[in-house]
């Protein structure tokens, strides 16, 4: 049983629904790998079902994605067909041989470079369903709601099909209203709400200070302080996961107090090295496979998973390491600054050094808030340029891609009449 924005839908109108999916669409051959984007939640869940059960590969797209943009996308997982709006599919392709079978198949963010396809096969997935589950017990008589996209892997797995293995009955939520989201939760027995960070924070704001939710779970992006703080105070229940599309989840923080807690590694992983909080090191799980993450942090004693910042977006000042989170949370520390991302810009004489693009309830300007980071920063975190924006650009996820901002901001997008370089 699932239910869709207060609409139950049993297993067999799910599974009539998927079998007239498959049979409206000719898929028989469990060598194919489809790619999937349809409009309707319950469309989408019983088309995936049903390829799931046949032992065929799935791309999920998230729904109102362009046609060019979803055959772009299926052409680079290599996909054979394309169902983009209904059962009418576009053959891309044929299956031959070498032709993998039974794979869930995403596309990494592309927060840090160029997207990529991954395989994970049902199996795999089996196994994270049953390590999840296992190891994370607190959550066995709450309620799942889902206010994200079943098309992603963290709705998908951790919100609807862990919810179904622990025998509740999900509660998926399509709505980016923040108002509605608060009146499901409050018609809700015991909620564990999935969502974006970006949502959780909007929701937190508005709830009344008396208020709070059951129980609430962040995964994907490293909550700024301002934004954990917020959160925090309108849950019961504060989780965290962390993982990484090659693997899954890996690591559950079950009682979050920190941000940067990323949680304790699921029995199905190790680390390749602990690392310490002086010198950090790349994240590397051991499992059926080997997978760097590209993920910088380490494990302390109590065994907490602590992350650091991506490798990628390290910022080396003349030999210095400068993790873009240290510099975000001193700027939104200050007052009125409302949201702050820092980046790496080329430098003559450094390297590189640090930039920062912030967004505030007022004017701030950039002179102000530097002195500011001075006070409280090391010299080579300060930021050489500063720039106010009206918003940070994120996704709808709540996450980041440096790199594009980067660029954005050295092809001078940015106002630059709100800048100070030193």
């Known amino acids: 049983m699932i239910r869709i924005d207060g609409t139950f839908h049993d ?35 019983a088309a995936f079902f049903a390829i799931r059960r046949l032992g065929a590969s799935i791309l999920p797209l998230l729904p109102g994605t362009p046609l060019a943009t979803a055959r772009k996308l299926a052409l680079e997982a290599g996909c054979h067909r394309l169902f983009h709006g209904g059962t009418t599919g576009e053959t891309l392709s044929e299956p031959d041989a070498q032709s993998r079978t039974g794979h869930l198949l995403q596309m990494s963010s592309g927060t840090t470079g160029a997207a990529k396809c991954v395989a994970r096969s049902w199996a795999d997935i089996d196994l994270e369903l049953a390590d999840y589950v296992s190891f994370f017990r607190e ?17 998908l797995i951790c919100g609807l099909l ?66 954990f703080a917020t959160i925090r105070s309108r849950t019961e229940r504060f989780y965290q996961q962390y993982g990484c599309s090659e693997a899954g989840c890996v690591a559950i923080n079950d009682n979050l107090a920190h941000a940067a807690d990323m949680g304790r590694i699921l029995p199905r992983f190790s680390l390749a090295e602990d690392g310490t909080p002086t010198r950090p090191v790349e994240i590397v799980l051991n499992g059926q496979t080997r997978i760097e993450t590209k993920d910088l942090g380490y494990r302390r004693a109590d065994g907490m998973l602590v992350f ?3 490798l990628d977006d390290t910022v080396n000042v003349s030999g210095l390491n400068v993790y873009p989170g240290d510099v975000e949370d001193a700027a939104m520390a200050a007052e009125a600054v409302t949201d702050a991302v820092a980046f790496r810009v080329p430098d003559p004489f450094a390297g590189e050094r640090v930039a920062l693009v912030y967004s505030a309830n007022r004017l701030v300007p950039p002179a102000e808030l530097r002195e500011r980071l001075i006070a409280v920063l090391q010299p080579h975190q300060v930021p050489m340029h500063l720039v106010q924006v009206d918003e940070v650009p994120r996704q709808a996820n709540g996450k980041i891609s440096r790199r594009g901002i980067a660029h954005r901001f050295l092809a001078g997008e940015f106002d630059h009449q709100k800048e100070y370089a030193s």
């Not at 079998?19 to 349809?38: H, K, N, Q, Y």
């Not at 939520?173 to 409050?186: C, D, G, M, Q």
């Not at 969502?195 to 490293?222: C, D, F, N, Q």
Request: charged share 20%; aromatic share 4%; hydrophobic share 40%.
């Open 162 to 227: 862990v919810g179904l293995k622990r025998g509740r009955v999900p509660h998926v939520v399509n709505t980016t209203n923040p108002k509605h989201l608060i009146k499901v939760l409050r018609e809700t027995e015991r909620p564990i709400l999935y969502s974006s960070p970006a949502m959780l924070h909007t929701l937190a704001r508005l709830m009344p200070a008396e208020e709070k939710v059951h129980a609430i779970m962040t995964s994907g992006t490293l909550l700024p302080e301002s934004w």
């Open 139 to 155: 959550p066995q008589e709450m309620t799942p709601v889902i206010a994200c996209p079943t098309t992603h892997s963290y709705g």
């Open 308 to 310: 650091v910042s991506r």
């Open 11 to 45: 297993r067999a109108e799910i599974d009539a629904r998927g079998e007239a999916f498959l049979a409206a669409s000719g898929i028989t051959d469990p060598r194919l790998s489809v790619a999937v984007c349809l409009t309707d939640t319950i469309d989408w869940l």
